[in-house]
């Protein structure tokens, strides 16, 4: 069974940076595109971005570009999110997918695990 486990969220203030990992249990990752997605209380799930296993290009919703970064260590088996400058409306519990779509939509995500909390605040 696919399972993936994230970690790295916390309390930051803002303009603060965090590591996110996104870890593979069972399989092995460079297999699999990866999106990170994100939900906060009271709102809708959105993608926060993607990296295609096929050409390690990545992907990014417009209010992360040039804050956020994905990347991967396959020795570690482990897809990871830098982000920095983080804002207050970061603020969201943050997930990681595979992604069948191969990055071309954030509606087919699959395998997510429990998440993580990412607070931005003063």
């Known amino acids: 069974q696919v399972q993936l486990a994230e970690s790295g969220g916390g309390l930051v203030q803002p303009g603060g940076s965090l590591r996110l990992s996104c870890a593979a249990s069972?399989?092995?990752?460079?297999?699999?595109?990866i999106t990170w997605f994100r939900q906060a209380p009271g709102k809708e799930r959105e993608g926060v971005g993607c990296?295609?296993?096929?050409?390690?290009?990545?992907h990014y919703r417009d209010s992360v570009k040039g804050r956020f970064t994905i990347s991967r260590d396959d020795a570690k088996n482990t897809v990871y999110l830098q982000m920095d400058s983080l804002k207050p409306e970061d603020t969201a519990r943050y997930y990681c997918?595979?992604?069948?779509?191969?990055?071309?939509?954030?509606?087919?995500?699959?395998?997510w695990g429990q998440g993580t909390q990412v607070t931005v605040s003063s």
């Open positions: 069972r399989f092995t990752l460079n297999y699999y595109s």
């Open positions: 990296i295609r296993h096929t050409d390690r290009s990545t």
């Open positions: 997918a595979t992604d069948p779509s191969t990055c071309l939509t954030y509606d087919e995500l699959e395998n």
